[in-house]
């Protein structure tokens, strides 16, 4: 059975900083690894990415404040979130693709972790 285990989740002040980390030891082979997050009333959004090669995409409402990393070894992506906005309040989940676009089907080649709770707020 396939599982995301998420961590890192809290509340934080506005200018604070918080990680999320996700592993994904369950699943042999990832192309891609990556947090989204939704807001209430909000759709989910990409908020970061990152390829085995280290290739990585950020949203640009983070570029700058947000920096992810990965292990690969380890099956292991980090979201290191400096600055932290009140609009920056959201629930993350973690994201794993098994397969590069154009390869890669929502539901078929994907899984989603539970969500962790980001809070900013003085």
């Known amino acids: 059975q396939v599982e995301l285990v998420e961590s890192g989740g809290g509340l934080v002040q506005p200018g604070g900083s918080l990680t999320l980390s996700c592993v994904a030891s369950?699943?042999?082979?990832?192309?891609?690894m990556g947090w989204y997050r939704q807001a209430p009333g909000k759709q989910r959004e990409l908020v970061a990415d990152?390829?085995?090669?280290?290739?990585?995409n950020y949203a640009e409402t983070v570029k700058g404040r947000f920096t992810i990393s990965r292990d690969n070894a380890k099956k292991t992506v980090h979201l290191q979130m400096d600055n932290l906005k009140p609009e920056d309040t959201a629930v993350y989940y973690c994201?794993?693709?098994?397969?590069?676009?154009?390869?890669?089907?929502?539901?078929?080649?994907?899984?989603w972790g539970q969500g962790t709770q980001v809070t900013v707020s003085s």
């Open positions: 994201h794993v693709d098994r397969l590069p676009p154009p390869l890669a089907t929502p539901n078929q080649s994907d899984y």
């Open positions: 369950t699943i042999f082979s990832i192309y891609s």
């Open positions: 990152i390829t085995a090669g280290g290739t990585s």
